[in-house]
């Protein structure tokens, strides 16, 4: 059986959607605001250049967001940029600095206020984060299903943290309702109809990890060819591909959107093709949990219609296969520490260039011995315990 999907389809018209919110001069603002925060700096590009020979492919890079501030993923960069833009806003702060928001009399300006969040935990451990650097106060909703270790990571940063008994989309439902209903600040990372400000500013948070990516190659005198992105709502993926689309124009580098196959909205909606929002529906059982959502945001999704021709599902061998490798790495290869859903994008390179029954799918996907490739490792091991029963016990096996 195989463990990877994909729908290749060309590429007619790119679209320019995103354009205005996902393009350089943001990007350079929001890293701005990042070199500001405590703890900042780049994370790691890790070269794996006896895997990418192994692959068949000229170059593999793998981004390893595990060391983005001490919080072990790279949501807090969307969390922080989004918080401080709302606060800035609300005390009439022109600038979006850090030492700025956190000057005595900004704090006294701001009062307490209180921000509620959905999340499978990196997103909501983004957020805490951020409010307690504030002094802010932060409710934090997790599926059914989540860890006590994660719940208990975001609990350590100073806010209330439950588990629901509904999967995530609903969770997001019911944050959004007790927001309104006690008059909180709701901070989503996807959209919903009427909701996108948010999101959005979440979403040019993500670009740091970009921009230092693209800045790394270019001091190497490369830009990737081909870029996998992994997507539960499709927000990273939206925003980062934008964003490249729009650094590489015309030389713009191929996208393959991975998903895990128990969530396959967006791999679902492309294939439909004909407008319809294809919704996963129950449980989401997958060990992805950053990527077991059922809705996907639709700025992402109309941002990947018009810039992405590949979209892929993964199973949890493959995802864990991934985390492995990463974790293994052959000699003269960095090592990167790669979860369950940081692992997935590195997980589909993997299955489409070391298996041969996929040699026509790697073929759709123009993966060759030019290639230069870029995943994005986004958490580390935000569940040891699962972690270790992946790597050390081999849970689930590989096929
Ligand atoms: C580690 C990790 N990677 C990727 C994603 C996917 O991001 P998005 O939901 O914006 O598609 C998530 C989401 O929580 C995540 O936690």
């Not at 000057?103 to 805490?128: C, Q, V, W, Y």
């Not at 040019?204 to 830009?223: C, F, H, I, P």
């Not at 396959?264 to 294809?278: L, N, Q, R, S, W």
């Not at 091991?381 to 096996?397: E, F, I, L, S």
Request: charged share 25%; aromatic share 8%; with cysteine.
């Amino acid at each position: 059986m195989t463990d990877i999907k994909l729908f290749h389809r060309p590429l007619i018209e790119k679209n320019n959607c995103g354009r205005n919110n996902f393009n350089d001069e943001v990007a350079e603002k929001v890293l701005a605001f990042h070199r500001t925060l405590p703890g900042y700096k780049p994370t790691p590009l890790a070269q794996l250049p006896a895997l990418a020979k192994r692959c068949g492919v000229a170059g593999l890079y793998v981004k390893d967001e595990s060391k983005r501030f001490g919080l072990n993923a790279f949501k807090g960069l969307g969390g922080s940029w989004c918080l401080a833009n709302l606060i800035a806003k609300k005390i009439g702060l022109q600038s979006i600095d850090f030492h700025e928001l956190c000057a005595p009399e900004s704090l006294k300006r701001l009062g307490k206020n209180t921000f509620i969040t959905a999340t499978d935990g990196n997103h909501g451990m983004g957020i805490a984060w951020t409010a307690q650097q504030l002094q802010q106060n932060c409710v934090v909703y997790l599926p059914k299903g989540s860890t006590e270790e994660r719940v208990e990571r975001i609990r350590r940063v100073g806010a209330t943290a439950e588990v629901t008994d509904m999967n995530y989309d609903q969770t997001v439902e019911y944050a959004q309702s007790l927001a309104a209903k006690n008059g909180w600040e709701f901070v989503q990372d996807t959209d919903r109809p009427g909701y996108t400000e948010i999101p959005t500013l979440i979403m040019q948070g993500y670009l740091t990890m970009a921009r230092e990516a693209v800045d790394e190659l270019k001091d190497k005198g490369l830009k990737p060819t081909h870029v996998f992105l992994q997507a539960g709502v499709g927000s990273m993926a939206g925003s980062i591909a934008s964003y490249l689309a729009s650094v590489y124009e015309d030389d713009m580098p191929v996208f393959v959107i991975v998903e895990a196959d128990a969530a396959d909205c967006i791999h679902k909606t492309m294939e439909c093709g004909d407008g319809t929002v294809h919704v996963a529906q129950g449980d989401l059982a997958t060990m992805m949990a950053g990527l077991a959502c059922g809705i996907p945001s639709m700025t992402g999704l109309r941002i990947l219609e018009g810039v992405a021709e590949n979209f892929a599902t993964i199973t949890d061998r493959a995802a864990a296969r991934g985390m492995r490798m990463l974790g293994n790495p052959l000699e003269g290869d960095d090592r990167v520490i790669s979860g369950e859903s940081g692992a997935a994008g590195f997980g589909a390179f993997i299955e489409l260039t070391l298996e041969e029954e996929n040699l026509n799918l790697r073929k759709a996907a123009g993966l060759d011995e030019n290639s230069v490739v870029l995943c994005f490792s986004t958490e580390g091991d935000t569940d040891k315990a699962h972690y270790r029963k992946v790597v050390w016990q081999g849970v689930p096996p590989s096929a």
